[in-house]
């Protein structure tokens, strides 16, 4: 059964930078596309970057495009979310997510099969 799991979360000050990592177990990454979402209490679920191997298509929301960057490692089954010049609007539990069919449209959860357990990102003085 696959599984994913987020890492890299933590406490930042705003401007600062941190980089999240999902691992899949019990399953190749290159067959799937991967996303990140995060939410904020109070807040839907939001689509923040994908990355999509049956494509090559790469997805970036508005609010985070030119400073997060999202990358896979294949050899190590895992994705990568390179986060740049943090604003405390980035703040909220992060999610990693995969697909098996080709990305429609990235930004919705339910395009997405799988999830990990999240992990916390604060962006505060």
């Known amino acids: 059964q696959m599984q994913l799991v987020e890492l890299g979360g933590g406490l930042v000050q705003p401007g600062g930078s941190l980089r999240l990592s999902c691992t899949m177990s019990?399953?190749?990454?290159?067959?799937?596309?991967v996303g990140w979402f995060r939410q904020a209490p109070g807040k839907e679920r939001e689509g923040v970057s994908s990355?999509?191997?049956?494509?090559?298509?790469?997805y970036y929301a508005d609010s985070v495009k030119g400073r997060f960057t999202i990358s896979r490692d294949n050899a190590k089954n895992t994705v990568y979310l390179q986060m740049n010049s943090m604003k405390p609007e980035d703040t909220g539990v992060y999610y990693c997510?995969?697909?098996?069919?080709?990305?429609?449209?990235?930004?919705?959860?339910?395009?997405?099969?799988?999830w990990g357990q999240g992990t916390q990102v604060t962006v505060s003085t």
């Open positions: 019990g399953a190749t990454l290159d067959n799937y596309a």
């Open positions: 997510a995969a697909a098996w069919l080709l990305l429609l449209y990235p930004q919705r959860p339910e395009e997405y099969d799988s």
């Open positions: 990355i999509d191997s049956h494509n090559g298509t790469i």
